[in-house]
């Protein structure tokens, strides 16, 4: 999908906070490279090399436009920045540290894609991964029946995932005969948004933008309508005008031999 990065940073705390989160967790000294999958418009990059300035990373994504961005708002030494589609990535070297904040979750087949990750993971390197786990709320769900009803179902049957990201026991099972050690948790935040249809706003720059890109011009807008018209339902304000929107996401860090 064509990838929008100021509408993408509109909630870019709410955004950047799980990254914080996983950073967290991964214990590396000096890692001397450093890989980042989905690195979108470059914000998290740059807490990594805020981190370990003396690391070489590698910026990865598919959006000529977040890469832009990324470009222009990150100007830390040591920064390779790639345009690449992560589904078809064959890494020719081995990483100290694999970070990926809110990406893999758009790659199908995660039993195939999580072994090769880790094969990119070099002795005693982590692999370091938040995903959204969050499509069974109503803010996904809505936008997932609509488009499955008449006309939408003809052009989005094929294109619908109404569960990207895997249980958490999957994951585990995935990686545990590649790591010595595996951590594994979900964290659900509740989001203070405030705007007219903040969630709306939300999903239209990541998980919304998608299906109308798969669909015919004339068909988005309508499409667009009745999914805010639904969503601002699902999530009405509250007395002080916000609305809150919770949100799960599933993290994993794992530590190799």
Same mark, same amino acid.
């Given at each position: 999908?064509?990838?929008?990065?100021?509408?993408?940073?509109?909630?870019?705390?709410?955004?950047?906070?799980?990254?914080?989160?996983?950073?967290?967790?991964?214990?590396?000294?000096?890692?001397?490279?450093?890989?980042?999958?989905?690195?979108?418009?470059?914000?998290?990059?740059?807490?990594?090399?805020?981190?370990?300035?003396?690391?070489?990373?590698?910026?990865?994504?598919?959006?000529?436009?977040? *890469?832009?961005?990324?470009?222009?708002?990150?100007?830390?030494?040591?920064?390779?920045?790639?345009?690449?589609?992560?589904?078809?990535?064959?890494?020719?070297?081995?990483?100290?540290?694999?970070?990926?904040?809110?990406?893999?979750?758009?790659?199908?087949?995660?039993?195939?894609?999580?072994?090769?990750?880790?094969?990119?993971?070099?002795?005693?390197?982590?692999?370091?991964?938040?995903?959204?786990?969050?499509?069974?709320?109503?803010?996904?769900?809505?936008?997932?029946?609509?488009?499955?009803?008449?006309?939408?179902?003809?052009?989005?049957?094929?294109?619908?995932?109404?569960?990207?990201?895997?249980?958490?026991?999957?994951?585990?099972?995935?990686?545990?005969?590649?790591?010595?050690?595996?951590?594994?948790?979900?964290?659900?935040?509740?989001?203070?948004?405030?705007?007219?249809?903040?969630?709306?706003?939300?999903?239209?720059?990541?998980? *919304?933008?998608?299906?109308?890109?798969? *669909?015919?011009?004339?068909?988005?807008?309508?499409?667009?309508?009745?999914?805010?018209?639904?969503?601002?339902?699902?999530?009405?304000?509250?007395?002080?005008?916000?609305?809150?929107?919770?949100?799960?996401?599933?993290?994993?860090?794992?530590?190799?031999?």
């Amino acid at each position: 999908m064509r990838w929008n990065p100021q509408a993408y940073e509109a909630f870019a705390d709410h955004r950047t906070r799980p990254a914080i989160d996983l950073l967290g967790r991964v214990v590396l000294d000096a890692p001397r490279r450093i890989v980042d999958l989905g690195c979108g418009s470059g914000g998290v990059t740059r807490l990594l090399a805020e981190r370990w300035p003396q690391a070489s990373i590698l910026a990865l994504d598919s959006s000529v436009e977040m *890469l832009a961005a990324a470009r222009e708002k990150t100007r830390a030494k040591g920064i390779e920045w790639q345009q690449v589609e992560l589904a078809s990535w064959c890494p020719s070297e081995r990483f100290n540290l694999v970070f990926s904040n809110a990406a893999l979750h758009w790659l199908a087949d995660h039993p195939k894609w999580f072994p090769q990750l880790a094969d990119a993971v070099a002795p005693e390197g982590v692999l370091a991964v938040q995903m959204p786990s969050n499509f069974a709320a109503p803010s996904h769900a809505r936008m997932h029946e609509l488009a499955l009803e008449p006309p939408y179902r003809a052009h989005l049957e094929r294109v619908v995932r109404p569960a990207p990201v895997l249980d958490a026991q999957t994951y585990y099972s995935l990686l545990a005969p590649r790591f010595e050690t595996i951590d594994i948790w979900s964290t659900e935040y509740l989001q203070i948004l405030r705007g007219e249809n903040p969630v709306a706003d939300w999903t239209r720059a990541t998980w *919304l933008g998608g299906l109308l890109e798969a *669909l015919p011009q004339t068909l988005r807008a309508p499409f667009e309508a009745e999914y805010r018209r639904r969503v601002l339902g699902a999530y009405p304000k509250i007395a002080d005008g916000s609305t809150l929107f919770s949100f799960k996401r599933l993290f994993i860090v794992a530590t190799a031999a």
